[in-house]
């Protein structure tokens, strides 16, 4: 395994993190399986992966509870544990959201489930437009304080709303964001048009999350052919609305240059991302650990940039993009 740093801070991460989205229950395309979900963390352990993402809204905690299961009789200060709020988590006015009550109760889930005293990257799950940003900041202030989360992230939001969100850190005072997860791969490249210029400006480390989109760039569909039965595609819009033509060219030139290398698409698509400089570790969620091994062997596979250009030379990204905001 190879550690980078995480953005300026002095803290060392896998080049790969494990997410632990499918690591629960509730949708066809997760595991739904705890002891299989524990034996794939335990499996990216022995291969050297030290980051783990999670976030409470995952299977409303299960996928916390999995983790920190699994983590049990490990060295906890050499794992970095990272989770989310935002979103609801029951019924009610004060279950969701950026708020100060919100964040702080949360935490205290978050460390309950995940069955450890601090958390090593506290982030929030999407920006808030109903409360106001000192609030938040202010919160996620207090718990770095506190000694109950190490440092800061967040994701999935506007250029402007991060830029936003780092000045008012710096001018208030505050803990600033450390890293940023952003939707990012060869299918989804509209963050170099908004978010990732920013990271390499400010030192903000990236963590990007669906780096195959949703199992499109792992080669498992064709044009032309039937969905997989059991495959993500088959129950969820998020890898089907990958089929357009322009993206079939993508993967078209992924697969050719994976039969040049001798490597598997998800492998070729990985390295792509490894080789931005501004990207620190994608967060890869393998379901198997046949799929997890392969890809860990992603580091292994080298680019040109003559490579690199082909790659690329499909799609031109753009920001926004439709259904994205």
Partial sequence: MEY???????????????????????????????????????????????????????SNGESESILGEAIAGHDREELVLATKVYFDMGDGPNKGGLSRKHILDQVEGSLDRLNTDYIDLYQIHRWDDETPLEETLSALDYLVESGKVRYLGASTMAGWQ???????????????????QPEYNLVDRHEEANLLPICADEGVGVVPWSPLAGGFLAGKYDRDGDVPTGSRAETDDYTQNRFTDENWRVLDAVRAIADEKAASPAQVSLAWLLHKDVVDAPIVGARRIDHLEENVDALSVELTEDEVARLEEPLFPQWPVEGKD
């Fill in 162 to 180: 991060f830029s936003k969100a780092l000045y008012t850190a710096d001018i208030e005072g505050y803990e600033r964001f450390a890293c940023l």
């Fill in 4 to 58: 980078t740093r995480l953005g300026r801070t002095g803290l060392d991460v896998s080049r790969l993190c494990l997410g632990c989205l499918n690591f629960g229950s509730g949708q066809e395309w997760m595991m739904n399986d705890r002891a299989g979900s524990i034996d794939v963390i335990e499996r990216a352990l022995e291969l050297g992966i030290n980051f783990f993402d999670t976030a409470n809204a995952y």
